[in-house]
C-alpha cells in the first residue's frame, strides 16, 4: 500500500473527458476510450458512480449519470443505455431539490447547467418542469450570492471550479488563471476538461493524456492523489496506535514528504488539507519545518476549503486546527492565528443545522468534537488510540464533485490490526498490573495507613504512554517509582514527623545501612526498605540495558527529591515565605517527577552515557517538564494549599506583588508560564540539529506532559472519578467491535 497508490475513478469527471472534441473535427471525440469505457460501465439501475452508493449520495447519481448520458447524446452512441440514464434521473429526480441529501460541490451550479446543456442537444429529460425551475432558481440566487459575495477570490475561485456548469455565462480568460503547473485546473480532470473543450491549451491536453496514461480509459475526480494519500496512511497508522509496526515504511514516506516540501511541490501547498497534515506530521517527526506555508489558508481565503459547505469544509478546518497545535516558537503568529479562527470556525460548524447525521459526516463531526476536547497536548497516546479505533470510518467514501474511495483514507485490515493489538497490549498490561500488585505488599507499602493508595493511576499513566510489549520494563519502573514517590509525599506532608524525615533522608545518604538499627521507626523502616530495595532491583536490570551500573545516578535522583520535600516542609513548619524564584527552584523537583522518568530512560533501548545524562539538554527537558507540572498543579490546589498555610506559585506571585495583582490576573499569569513551558518543552523533544539526548528519550519528557495536562484538564487528577472510567478502559475492557 505504500507503494501503489489506490484511487476509484470517476464516471462523472470521465464523461466530461469523453465531451472534449478531436481538435481535427468538431464532430468526433478527441478521447472515444473513455467513451467507450462510459458504455461499458453503467450500473444495473441505469446510473453511473461508485458501487454501494450511500443512500444520502442520490444527487451524487443524478449528476454522475446526468454527465454520462450527455456524452453518449454529445457523440450520438449507446442510446440504450441513454435511456436507462435518462429513467433513473427520472426515477431519483425529486432528490436533486432535497436538502437532506449531501450535494456534491458545485451542484447548484453544475447539474442545472447540464439540465441545460440537454435541451440544447435535444435530449428529452421526462422531469416535471416545476422540478428544473426550482433548481434554475437556486442556482440563479447561488450564482447572486457567488458574485456578490464579500471574498472575491473565493468567488472567482468557486465558479471557475464549476466551469462545465458555466458553460457560455463562463469567464474562460478569468478560468486559466488557476491553470496549475501540471496543466490542470485545480487537480480536477472535469474542469480541465470543460476548458479544453473551449479552449486549444497544450497544458491542459498533456494533464488528460496523462491521467489517462495512468488510469487506463477514465479518470478519477481529483488527482494528483499520492501525497495526500500517503499522509493519510501515516496518519491513520499513528492514530490506531500500530505505526510502530511500519517504522521504515513511514520513515520512507516522511523522507519524500520532505523533499517536496523543500522544492515546493504544488501537489502540497495548493491543497489546505494535504498541506496542514504534511505540515504537522513532518514537524512531528523532527523535520525542520516553517509554518510560513499555512499563512496563505487564511480566514480572508476559504477558496482553499475546497468551495464546499459542512463536512467538506469541517475537514480541512480541522487540518488546519491540528497542525496549528504544533506551536513550538513563542513568536509563531501564523500558527496563533490559524488556530484562533479554525477553532471557531469547527464550533460553527458543530452547531450548523445543515450538519447531517449519518454516517458520511458524523465521523467527521466526532472527530472535531474530539479535537476541541482533548488538544494534542492533553490527549494520551492510548486514549486517544482506543478512541480512534472505535470510532473508525471503515467505509472511505469522499465527496468533491463527486464520491470517490481510496484505501489509504480508511481501511479495515487496520482497523482489524489496530483491535487486535489493543487487545494484546492490555493483556500484557493487566499481568503487569497484578505483579505490581503483589510488590506492594510484599514491601508493606499497603501497611502505610498515610499513604495513598494510587498504583492504578500510577500503572495507567505508564500504559497509557508507554504501551508496547517490549517496553515492560519501563512501565514498571515508572509505575514503581510513581508509587513510592506518592508514598514519600504523602509521608512528608501527613505522615511522618521532622525526626523521620531527616532519618530517611539520612539512610539514603548512607545507603548500606543496617535498617534494624538506623530506622528510628516502622514506619521509615517500610519507606527506606521499599526504596532500597526497588532502586537496586532497577539498577540490576538497567545494568543489562546500558552496561553500566546507574544504581549511583538513581539514587541521587531521589535524594534530590528528599531533600527538596524537606526544605518545603521546613518553609511550613518555620512559616517563612520563599521568593517565587527561590519556591520554583525548589518546586520543580518536589514535584517528584525525576524518580519517575529519569529511571525509566534506561529501559528504551538506547545507552546514555554520563554525558547525555549531565547534560545540559537533558537538564533543560526535565525542569521544563516539570516547572509545567508544578505550575498546573499549583493553578488546582491554590484555594486548598492557601487554607493549609503551604507554599504556592500562585500565592507566592500575589503576595510578592504587593496587593497589586489579584487571584485571577495570577491564575492568567500562571497558565501563560505553564503554556511557553510546554511549547519549550516541546521544540526541545522536536529539534535534531545539536540534540544529544535520543528522540526516544526526549520523548518520554513530552509524554509525561501530556499526562499531566490530562490529569489536571479539568480537575486534579488524583481525585477526579471521571479518570476513573479512562483507566478501565485502556487496562482493563477490551475492545469490541460489531464488525468483528
Keep these: 500500500m505504500f507503494d501503489k497508490v489506490e484511487l476509484s475513478v470517476s464516471p462523472y469527471d470521465t464523461a466530461w473527458v469523453a465531451m472534449v472534441p478531436s481538435p481535427y473535427s468538431s464532430q468526433t471525440p478527441h478521447f472515444p476510450q473513455c467513451l467507450n469505457w462510459l458504455l461499458e460501465n453503467q450500473s444495473h439501475d441505469g446510473s453511473w458512480g461508485l458501487p454501494h452508493l450511500h443512500p444520502l449520495l442520490i444527487k451524487d447519481a443524478l449528476s454522475s449519470t446526468l454527465a454520462c448520458v450527455l456524452a453518449l447524446k454529445r457523440w450520438g452512441v449507446g442510446e440504450e443505455q441513454r435511456d436507462k440514464g435518462v429513467r433513473f434521473i427520472a426515477s431519483k429526480f425529486s432528490s436533486a431539490n432535497d436538502e437532506k441529501q449531501h450535494s456534491p460541490i458545485g451542484f447548484d451550479i453544475i447539474f442545472p447547467g447540464m439540465i441545460e446543456y440537454a ?50 455565462l463562463q ?10 503547473k501540471n496543466g490542470s485546473l485545480f487537480n480536477s480532470p472535469s474542469t480541465t476538461a470543460a476548458a479544453l473543450s473551449h479552449l486549444k491549451n497544450d497544458g491542459c491536453l498533456n494533464y488528460l493524456r496523462s491521467l489517462l496514461d495512468k488510469f487506463g480509459d477514465a479518470v478519477p475526480t481529483l488527482y494528483p492523489f499520492d501525497v495526500y494519500a500517503r499522509l493519510c496512511l501515516v496518519d491513520n497508522l499513528q492514530r490506531l496506535g500500530i505505526d510502530r509496526h511500519f517504522i521504515t515504511e513511514i520513515g520512507n514516506v516522511l523522507d519524500e514528504t520532505y523533499r517536496f516540501w523543500l522544492q515546493r511541490e504544488e501537489e502540497i501547498f495548493s491543497d489546505t488539507a494535504t498541506c496542514a497534515m504534511a505540515f504537522r506530521i513532518l514537524r512531528l517527526n523532527g523535520y525542520d519545518i516553517s509554518s510560513a506555508p499555512l499563512a496563505q489558508f487564511s480566514e480572508d481565503n476559504q477558496y482553499y476549503f475546497k468551495f464546499g459547505q459542512d463536512f467538506k469544509d469541517m475537514g480541512a478546518a480541522l487540518e488546519l486546527f491540528r497542525a496549528s497545535e504544533v506551536i513550538i516558537h513563542p513568536d509563531d503568529k501564523v500558527l496563533e492565528k490559524q488556530n484562533s479562527w479554525s477553532s471557531d470556525f469547527l464550533k460553527q460548524g458543530l452547531s450548523n443545522s ?31 488510540n482506543r478512541r480512534n479505533i472505535e470510532h473508525y470510518n471503515v467505509d472511505s467514501t469522499r465527496i468533491l464533485k463527486t464520491a470517490y474511495r481510496s484505501p489509504h483514507i480508511c481501511n479495515k485490515d487496520f482497523l482489524k490490526l489496530a483491535v487486535e493489538d489493543f487487545n494484546s497490549c492490555q493483556s500484557i498490561h493487566q499481568n503487569e498490573l497484578k505483579q505490581l500488585e503483589r510488590w506492594i505488599v510484599e514491601k508493606r507499602l499497603d501497611k502505610l495507613k498515610f499513604a495513598r493508595q494510587k498504583l492504578a493511576y500510577c500503572y495507567f499513566s505508564a500504559a497509557a504512554t508507554i504501551f508496547s510489549p517490549e517496553q515492560s520494563e519501563a512501565r514498571l519502573c515508572w509505575a514503581k517509582n510513581g508509587v513510592l514517590t506518592t508514598v514519600v509525599d504523602d509521608f512528608f506532608d501527613i505522615g511522618g514527623s521532622e525526626a523521620e524525615l531527616l532519618n530517611l533522608i539520612q539512610l539514603v545518604e548512607k545507603w548500606d545501612i543496617d535498617v534494624a538499627m538506623d530506622c528510628c521507626s516502622e514506619q521509615v523502616e517500610i519507606v527506606f526498605s521499599a526504596l532500597h530495595s526497588t532502586i537496586s532491583e532497577i539498577g540490576v536490570k538497567a545494568l543489562a540495558w546500558q552496561a553500566r551500573n546507574v544504581t549511583s545516578h538513581i539514587i541521587d535522583i531521589w535524594l534530590n527529591l528528599l531533600r527538596s520535600m524537606l526544605q518545603e516542609a521546613e518553609w511550613g513548619s518555620k512559616k517563612s515565605t520563599p521568593t517565587v524564584d527561590e519556591y520554583m527552584t525548589n518546586a520543580y523537583v518536589s514535584f517528584a517527577l525525576g524518580p519517575i522518568v529519569l529511571p525509566t530512560l534506561y529501559f528504551l533501548g538506547p545507552k546514555l552515557s554520563d554525558e547525555v545524562v549531565e547534560s545540559p539538554e537533558y537538564h533543560k ?73 535520543p528522540r526516544i528519550c526526549k520523548d518520554l519528557f513530552w509524554k509525561m506532559s501530556k499526562v499531566l495536562h490530562t490529569f489536571y484538564e479539568r480537575d486534579d487528577g488524583f481525585t477526579s472519578n471521571d479518570m476513573l472510567c479512562v483507566v478501565k478502559s485502556i487496562i482493563y475492557e477490551p475492545i469490541v467491535l460489531s464488525e468483528f
Excluded at 133 to 147: A, C, N, T, Y
Excluded at 364 to 381: G, K, S
Design 621 to 693: 527537558l526535565y525542569k521544563l517538564m516539570s516547572s509545567c507540572g508544578r505550575l498546573l498543579n499549583d493553578i488546582h490546589s491554590f484555594k486548598r494549599e492557601s487554607m493549609e498555610g503551604k507554599a504556592n506559585a500562585l500565592s507566592l506571585h500575589m503576595l510578592h506583588g504587593n496587593g497589586v495583582i489579584t487571584e485571577e490576573q495570577a491564575i492568567t499569569e500562571m497558565k501563560g508560564l505553564a503554556k511557553r513551558h510546554r511549547r519549550e518543552l516541546q521544540r526541545l523533544v522536536l529539534q535534531e540539529k545539536g540534540s544529544t539526548v
Design 119 to 168: 435541451k440544447e442537444l435535444d435530449l428529452n429529460l421526462p422531469l416535471g418542469q416545476s422540478d428544473i425551475d426550482s433548481l434554475l432558481q437556486k442556482r440563479d440566487l447561488k450564482l447572486k450570492e457567488v458574485f456578490w459575495g464579500n471574498n472575491s477570490k473565493s468567488r472567482k475561485a468557486y465558479l471557475a471550479y464549476s466551469s462545465e456548469g458555466m458553460r457560455k
Design 171 to 180: 469567464d474562460w480568460e478569468m478560468v486559466m488563471k488557476y491553470q496549475m
Design 354 to 384: 445543515s450538519i447531517h447525521g449519518d454516517r458520511l459526516d458524523i465521523y467527521i463531526t466526532q472527530e472535531v468534537q474530539h479535537a476541541l476536547r482533548f488538544p494534542y497536548h492533553a490527549n494520551l497516546d492510548r486514549i486517544a
